[in-house]
């Protein structure tokens, strides 16, 4: 069973761009969330959607956005990046219930420069 | 909001030695517990997860966590470690039917062969 895709793997980017990361659960999950993991702030949690709505949001400016497919997979998306943005993007995900836990994937890793 | 501590930063010991990590959490209500782990330059994966019936849970590689609720603790423990061990620990929680997950700052577990 395949795990939690995350492409691309390593990105770098200048300040102001934008960029889009792509997550793929796990066949049959229905459940994606991201997290962003830094050195300072640890891992933080940014969104979740499920059916392609999203139904819950952590403490991020509106800069950070996402959306889900109707095949489940999600992407994510930052506009104007800061130097701060650089940080490991973690996307989860799970089955419908919580009580599955949850699977991550490897990452996606961006540089503001 | 709910938030998430763990008790130590950095442990280091050595092979056999047993380990315990703590991990407290504020949240009044029902929750599911898990502690992950990531090895270097590795992703997260799941040691164990709990969500109800038996406190004392027991995951992968030996080892093992018990639910305190009147403590709200989920600590984590394995009675001899190897140097494999060495890696980064997380625990997590999230209330029954809420998606986001909340993390603590990690534990940083260093084994001396």
């Known amino acids: 069973k395949a795990g939690v895709t995350q492409t691309p793997r390593y990105l770098i980017k200048t300040r102001g761009q934008q960029v889009t990361l792509s997550c793929s659960p796990i066949s049959g999950h229905r459940s994606v969330s991201w997290y962003q993991q830094t050195p300072g702030q640890g891992l933080q949690f940014l969104f979740e959607?499920?059916?392609?709505?999203?139904?819950n949001k952590g403490n991020f400016p509106g800069r950070f956005s996402g959306r889900q497919f109707s095949n489940s997979r999600s992407e994510m998306n930052v506009s104007t990046l800061e130097l701060g943005d650089s940080a490991l993007y973690l996307c989860?995900?799970?089955?419908?219930?919580?009580?599955?836990?949850?699977?991550f994937g490897s990452g996606t890793r961006l540089t503001v420069v | 909001a709910q938030s998430v501590s763990q008790h130590n930063h950095h442990v280091i010991l050595s092979e056999a030695a047993s380990l315990e990590l703590g991990c407290n959490y504020s949240?009044?209500?029902?929750?599911?517990l898990f502690w992950y782990v990531q090895y270097p330059g590795q992703h997260l994966q799941l040691l164990l997860k709990y969500f109800s019936g038996d406190p004392l849970v027991k995951g992968i590689k030996g080892f093992e966590a018990e639910f305190i609720k009147s403590k709200f603790s989920f600590n984590l423990r394995k009675p001899s470690v190897q140097w494999s061990d060495t890696a980064e620990y997380f625990c997590a929680v999230n209330p029954t039917n809420d998606y986001k997950l909340s993390f603590g700052a990690g534990t940083t577990v260093t084994v001396r062969a």
């Open positions: 959607y499920f059916s392609e709505t999203q139904r």
């Open positions: 949240y009044g209500g029902t929750v599911n």
């Open positions: 989860a995900s799970s089955h419908s219930s919580s009580n599955y836990g949850y699977t």
